[in-house]
């Protein structure tokens, strides 16, 4: 049982370049959601998605898009990378969204130049 | 809209101190609360959480109680250790909506 996995762990970008960051979780959740942690900020919603085949902004959405591509696998899309978005990003599930604890990957640590 | 408000950091310690770290919260209705903890490199695991006013939740000798009457839901241990050395985050949720976090608290305990 590994939980929620991500992929990849650390990742270099030039500013302008392109990339998916890929979230997979194996406990059947319905909801999963993508965060930006910065020194400061505590963590921000980029993307969630209820259900399957639904998706919703959250508090930072520019700059990104999102794929629920099934049950498992929620991905996050940089199209045109920019220094801004230099963080840390976890993705989270959880059985609905609400009142249900949260289960965490352990992270993306992304760059960009 | 929901918001949650913790004592901004870092918190420094001694090992066996008394530690509080201070959540207050505004919502409409009746969320539920929890305490979130990040141990370094690593990504947030839930501590604790409490679901209605006057609840107690605990985990790990760590405590916080729901008080509704003054929107609070601080987090106690009697006695830290090396080991707790972690990001603390507060969160709240009113219902069928995203937790909502608080920016962290970066506690250190020193031997």
């Known amino acids: 049982n590994a939980g929620v996995t991500q992929t990849p762990k650390f990742q270099v970008l030039k500013t302008g370049q392109s990339m998916t960051l890929q979230c997979a979780q194996d406990m059947n959740h319905n909801s999963m959601y993508w965060y930006r942690q910065d020194p400061g900020m505590g963590l921000r919603l980029i993307y969630y998605s209820a259900s399957e085949g639904t998706t919703d902004k959250g508090e930072v959405p520019n700059g990104y898009n999102v794929s629920r591509l099934n049950k498992r696998e929620f991905s996050l899309r940089l199209e045109s990378a920019a220094p801004s978005q230099t963080s840390v990003y976890f993705c989270?599930?959880?059985?609905?969204?609400?009142?249900?604890?949260?289960?965490f990957g352990p992270g993306t640590r992304l760059t960009v130049t | 809209g929901d918001s949650v408000t913790q004592m901004e950091g870092p918190v420094t310690l001694s090992e066996e101190a008394f530690l509080t770290i201070n959540c207050t919260y505004t919502a409409t209705g009746y969320p539920s609360l929890f305490w979130y903890v990040q141990y370094p490199g690593e990504g947030l695991q839930l501590l604790l959480k409490a679901t209605k006013a006057d609840d107690k939740g605990s985990n790990k000798g760590f405590e916080a109680t729901y008080r509704k009457e003054t929107t609070s839901f601080h987090l106690e241990k009697g006695s830290v250790q090396v080991s707790d050395s972690a990001v603390y985050f507060c969160a709240l949720s009113g219902g069928n909506t995203p937790l909502v976090f608080g920016k962290g608290t970066r506690l250190s305990v020193i031997a």
């Open positions: 989270a599930s959880s059985d609905e969204t609400g009142r249900y604890e949260q289960y």
